[in-house]
């Protein structure tokens, strides 16, 4: 089956502490996404790559770094440096520029990250 | 910028009732736009999307038409089932203006739930 897995489902951190969120793709999409969602809001972009080695900051990537070594890849690193990580995190990735207008995001499954 | 407003939440339905979730977008070029669904502890689930003016998206019942004249793409389904219950998310993609590639600018999200 084609899709998108993340892991843990559910993750809980102490402060101080930096986590690495998995997120692993088969679907063969040179894009990849992550977004924070919280509570009565809608989602909000962290970093995304279009093509393997490269990424780019979106509208929120303080406290948060990613790699892109391998196109079915795109692990997230929640550092210490952020102030408020308690989320949802969700992962997406596309065909990018290659699908043009008609291109669809899918998301895979998130992880509830708790900081304690 | 680009920006997505959707209607507030939650709406509730008893079942067989119409639903009408309205999204209106803001854009400074020509973007496609989606529905997305998320059930409960879920990722997002594309529902339907339409890339240019009067197009209408359609699946599972329900069906979004492309407004460019109103810049607005309201969601509806003429008999809901309580198995709707999610929060539903509009959406837009619009690389012509984006620094972000195709990532998505969403709405804030409409809660709804149906009733037996």
């Known amino acids: 089956d084609g899709g998108i897995t993340q892991s843990p489902k559910y993750l809980f951190r102490k402060e101080g502490q930096n986590v690495t969120l998995s997120c692993e793709q088969n679907?063969?999409?040179?894009?990849m996404y992550w977004y924070r969602q919280d509570p009565g809001q809608g989602l909000r972009l962290i970093y995304y790559?279009?093509?393997?080695?490269?990424?780019q900051k979106g509208d929120i990537a303080e406290g948060y770094s990613v790699s892109r070594e391998k196109k079915e890849s795109f692990p997230l690193t929640v550092t210490s440096a952020q102030k408020n990580p308690t989320a949802f995190y969700l992962c997406?990735?596309?065909?990018?520029?290659?699908?043009?207008?008609?291109?669809?995001?899918?998301f895979g499954p998130g992880t509830r990250l708790t900081v304690l | 910028g680009n920006s997505v407003t959707q209607m507030e939440g939650p709406v509730t339905l008893s079942e067989e009732a119409f639903l009408t979730i309205n999204c209106t977008y803001t854009?400074?070029?020509?973007?496609?736009l989606f529905w997305y669904v998320q059930y409960p502890g879920e990722g997002l689930q594309l529902l339907l999307k339409?890339?240019?003016?009067?197009d209408k998206g359609s699946n599972k019942g329900f069906e979004a038409t492309y407004r460019k004249e109103t810049t607005s793409f309201h969601l509806e389904k003429g008999s809901v089932q309580v198995s709707d219950s999610a929060v539903y998310f509009c959406?837009?993609?619009?690389?012509?203006?984006?620094?972000?590639?195709?990532?998505?600018?969403f709405g804030k999200g409409t809660s709804l739930l149906v009733t037996p």
């Open positions: 997406a990735s596309s065909r990018g520029l290659a699908g043009g207008r008609l291109d669809t995001q899918y």
């Open positions: 679907l063969n999409h040179d894009a």
């Open positions: 790559s279009q093509i393997v080695n490269d990424f």
């Open positions: 854009a400074t070029g020509y973007p496609s």
């Open positions: 339409a890339t240019k003016a009067d």
């Open positions: 959406a837009l993609s619009d690389v012509s203006s984006s620094n972000s590639g195709y990532a998505l600018n």
